[in-house]
């Protein structure tokens, strides 16, 4: 055995109790230790063990071997078992490949740069076989988990996992027997504050995940009983590059809307499976930009092409604030703003919008009359589209309340 390999050997323990104290003092879940002392002393013997393996089987470019990947995998089994959360599993990884990191360097620099074949060797070894261990212990994470929670849970699970590029997300995407696609529409459904006694939201979520076997998470928004429901649902690399929402997008969010029962905004936005953390911002804000929309199934998702001005505006406030103030005039007219908002999805046609709004044709011609002379803006000019439109859209959306 080589003196790099000599001295890695030689700091085992020392550097085995140091990842310990990294995890104690980073890892907020592992401060149980300090009332069990049996857990701290199994993780201290299996990082002994990870790294006695790493200098037996690097110099020959072994592999681990299948009883190595089983006890990595009942660590992980371990861990979830003592209900290690999904964001402390994946910092405990990222901690315990920076410090084997750290181990090989520091013994290196002991020797002064001598054994550079050893460093190599070890470096070569190091990454197949560090990635064959973590695979393992996401394996045994899931296996746990898949007993301990429920359907939906681990629906929920997948769905964060996928939205923070979790690597946890392929194992949970396996084991709910559950195919991740090149492309992804990110769906956010925006909900504001529900009265006290409503429906059961859980409930209608598991038939939603039932029904459509997509990965679906619930986030409350704080202080309410509001929240987002986010949806990340498979699409084809053509609807990527269509200005509409992609159709089983469009489905979901149209089932929901009607078991919601209460009115609800929809954003979504198409990206490649590693890119979904972006896409889940981008339809956020579209989503937050979205007309709230009473129930229906004929709720549909905005995309960027729907509210493109509106995002842009959101983030002038002098701009915004000449809307509102459009808003503003509107105010004593009789349903203005829902008049000109059937107006506009109508592409301006009289006869579709009156029959929308259940009025004689005649009657959506005064209030489009009385929109002018309040606002001094024609309705029906490109000013009052590009204009109105914007009004209607921020006013709906509840941006301004």
Request: hydrophobic share 40%.
């Given at each position: 055995m080589g003196s790099l390999f000599a001295e890695l050997a030689r700091q085992a323990p020392t550097n085995a109790r140091r990842e310990?104290?990294?995890?104690?003092?980073?890892?907020?879940?592992f401060r149980s230790w300090e009332t069990n002392p049996r857990a701290r002393a199994e993780t201290m013997e299996y990082s002994v063990w990870l790294r006695r393996r790493t200098i037996e089987l690097s110099p020959d470019n072994s592999e681990l071997s299948a009883e190595?990947?089983?006890?990595?995998?009942?660590?992980?089994?371990?861990?979830?078992?003592?209900?290690?959360?999904?964001?402390?599993?994946q910092q405990v990884l990222q901690l315990h490949t920076m410090l084997m990191l750290r181990d090989i360097q520091?013994?290196?620099?002991?020797?002064?740069?001598?054994n550079v074949e050893e460093l190599m060797q070890v470096m070569a070894w190091f990454a197949p076989q560090g990635d064959r261990g973590i695979v393992a212990y996401r394996q045994g994470f899931v296996t746990v988990l898949?007993?301990?929670?429920?359907?939906?849970?681990?629906?929920?699970?997948?769905?964060?996992?996928?939205?923070?590029?979790?690597?946890?997300?392929?194992?949970?995407?396996?084991?709910?027997?559950?195919?991740?696609?090149?492309?992804?529409?990110?769906?956010?459904?925006?909900?504001?504050?529900?009265?006290?006694?409503?429906?059961?939201?859980?409930?209608?979520?598991?038939?939603?995940?039932?029904?459509?076997?997509?990965?679906?998470?619930?986030?409350?928004?704080?202080?309410?009983?509001?929240?987002?429901?986010?949806?990340?649902?498979?699409?084809?690399?053509?609807?990527v590059r269509r200005y509409d929402a992609p159709t089983a997008a469009a489905d979901l969010v149209g089932d929901f809307a009607e078991a919601l029962g209460r009115p609800c905004a929809a954003g979504t936005a198409a990206a490649p499976l590693d890119d979904l953390p972006d896409a889940l911002e981008r339809a956020r804000r579209i989503s937050r930009s979205a007309p709230l929309r009473k129930p229906s199934r004929r709720v549909r998702p905005c995309t960027v092409a729907d509210v493109f001005v509106e995002l842009g505006v959101s983030d002038v406030p002098f701009a915004d604030a000449w809307l509102r103030a459009v808003a503003r005039r509107l105010e004593p007219g009789p349903d203005l703003v829902t008049t000109l908002d059937a107006y506009y999805r109508h592409d301006m046609q009289r006869g579709a919008a009156a029959a929308a709004l259940n009025v004689h044709p005649r009657t959506l011609d005064y209030r489009l009359r009385r929109v002018g002379e309040l606002t001094g803006i024609d309705p029906g000019s490109v000013h009052g589209v590009r204009t109105l439109s914007a009004v209607v859209t921020r006013r709906l959306s509840g941006a301004w309340t």
């Open positions: 310990v104290e990294t995890y104690l003092r980073e890892i907020p879940e190595d990947l089983h006890y990595i995998a009942a660590i992980g089994e371990v861990r979830a078992g003592a209900g290690m959360s999904s964001d402390s599993r520091e013994a290196a620099e002991v020797l002064r740069g001598r898949r007993r301990r929670l429920p359907y939906v849970e681990q629906v929920a699970l997948l769905a964060r996992s996928l939205l923070t590029g979790d690597a946890l997300a392929a194992d949970l995407a396996t084991a709910l027997d559950l195919e991740l696609p090149a492309h992804c529409a990110v769906t956010v459904i925006r909900v504001p504050d529900r009265p006290a006694g409503d429906r059961d939201l859980h409930l209608e979520i598991e038939t939603l995940v039932r029904n459509h076997r997509v990965p679906v998470v619930w986030c409350p928004e704080h202080g309410t009983r509001g929240g987002e429901l986010i949806a990340v649902v498979p699409c084809a690399d053509e609807e």
